[in-house]
């Protein structure tokens, strides 16, 4: 159970693992099977994960960071390039397109009902050297892709799916991350398919899924593995690449949690709903997605909330570390990072300035129980009576 910074531990933490014996069996039979690197298992992962979002290729890599960067240097994203990206999402994604060459263009988002890129600040945002489009699908809600198709096909646009917060969301009957160019998605802890550290990066596109596959693995033209099972002995190197490789113990991991993926998300979405029900509109709180709480089309990553002003947020905060509740904020944007803050052009971002001051993402995951919800929905109200 994590602690809180009491050293007690959280009555109710903002992220939670379900431990399972078949989590501990799987990765004891990879160990026991003498073969812990890239091999069988990240086969039999990357074919699940493929199939079950009918993706025509999946690749297993270390972290969602290293897919976001496999994915730029894919597309053939660098210097002189622009990669327009919401400010109100994970660092990684900017990090990533700076670690590149390229400059990250900040765009808005729709407001503080939905926190997904706005298409229309995304069309704003195009110059002629924009490359590509990085998009979130923010706490599993898909953003408006149909827009941003649209937009990219007007401009001859590549599209990334940061989809770390929604493996099994849905967007018009297609699985978020199959619907741009590539596809990434994260499995950290704390993520509601969670191995640890581990990623996947998924694209439909043969050309891509050959250079996302060399840039995964040093460029070689083989794995240990097949000269291991002597289906090869030498091999060349056709570009620099990198070593992004998931490992079998995490693959093998990955497979059970991919089994109980559905049903952890339906549990999330139930959750999800019943905070909406409780807090959407009562003591000047109002939920984000207030819609979309409970919709199957969601992967329910994240429950957030929006207070009336930043004080009563800030306020609202500490006092539920006082009553042992964990909260976060997803996220503080990324223009105003110390590193990011000289950023020329500077964009004006007034949604997303807005939303960050006053947004509290509440605890939510596949086991909280509803004694634990309703633990944060009544100190929330307490906190804030109306
Ligand atoms: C978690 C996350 C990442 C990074 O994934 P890691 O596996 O931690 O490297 C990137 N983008 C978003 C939106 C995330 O939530």
């Known amino acids: 159970m994590p602690t809180s910074p009491s050293d007690q531990p959280w009555k109710v933490p903002l992220a939670d693992v379900t431990l399972r014996a078949e989590l501990s069996d799987a990765a004891a039979a990879v160990v026991a099977s003498g073969w812990w690197s890239m091999g069988p298992k990240v086969a039999e992962f990357e074919g699940a994960f493929g199939e079950a979002l009918a993706a025509r290729h999946a690749l297993a890599v270390a972290n969602g960071t290293a897919a976001l960067h496999l994915a730029l240097l894919a597309l053939d994203c660098g210097p002189g390039d622009e990669v327009i990206l919401p400010s109100l999402t994970f660092v990684a994604a900017a990090n990533m397109i700076r670690r590149v060459g390229a400059t990250p263009v900040f765009c808005d988002i729709v407001g503080e009902g939905d926190l997904n890129l706005d298409p229309e600040d995304v069309d704003r945002a195009v110059s002629p050297a924009t490359k590509a489009v990085l998009v979130l699908h923010y706490g599993g809600f898909a953003c408006d892709m149909a827009s941003v198709l649209e937009i990219a096909r007007t401009n001859g646009l590549r599209i990334i799916e940061d989809s770390a917060h929604a493996p099994g969301s849905r967007w018009n009957g297609r699985s978020c991350g199959t619907i741009g160019d590539i596809g990434c998605f994260s499995f950290f802890s704390n993520k509601n398919l969670a191995i640890g550290e581990g990623g996947m990066v998924t694209t439909d596109d043969d050309e891509l899924a050959e250079r996302l596959r060399l840039l995964r693995s040093h460029g070689m033209t083989t794995l240990t593995w097949d000269r291991h099972r002597g289906h090869a002995s030498t091999y060349d190197v056709v570009l620099p690449g990198l070593n992004y490789r998931l490992d079998e113990i995490r693959a093998a991991m990955g497979l059970v949690q991919l089994r109980f993926l559905s049903e952890e998300n339906t549990a999330r979405a139930r959750l999800a709903r019943l905070y909406g029900e409780a807090l959407d509109g009562v003591n000047g709180y109002a939920m984000a997605f207030s819609d979309r709480l409970g919709d199957p089309s969601s992967?329910?990553?994240?429950?957030?909330?929006?207070?009336?002003?930043?004080?009563?947020?800030?306020?609202?905060?500490?006092?539920?570390?006082?009553?042992?509740?964990?909260?976060?904020?997803?996220?503080?944007?990324?223009?105003?990072?110390?590193?990011?803050?000289?950023?020329?052009?500077?964009?004006?971002?007034?949604?997303?300035?807005?939303?960050?001051?006053?947004?509290?993402?509440?605890?939510?995951?596949?086991?909280?129980?509803d004694e634990q919800l309703g633990l944060v929905v009544d100190a929330l109200l307490d906190l804030q009576a109306g």
């Open 299 to 369: 992967a329910h990553h994240l429950a957030v909330a929006l207070v009336p002003d930043a004080a009563s947020r800030d306020r609202i905060r500490a006092e539920l570390v006082e009553r042992r509740i964990q909260t976060s904020v997803h996220y503080p944007p990324i223009h105003g990072f110390s590193a990011y803050r000289d950023l020329e052009p500077s964009r004006s971002l007034p949604q997303t300035d807005d939303a960050a001051a006053r947004l509290l993402t509440l605890p939510l995951f596949a086991r909280m129980t």
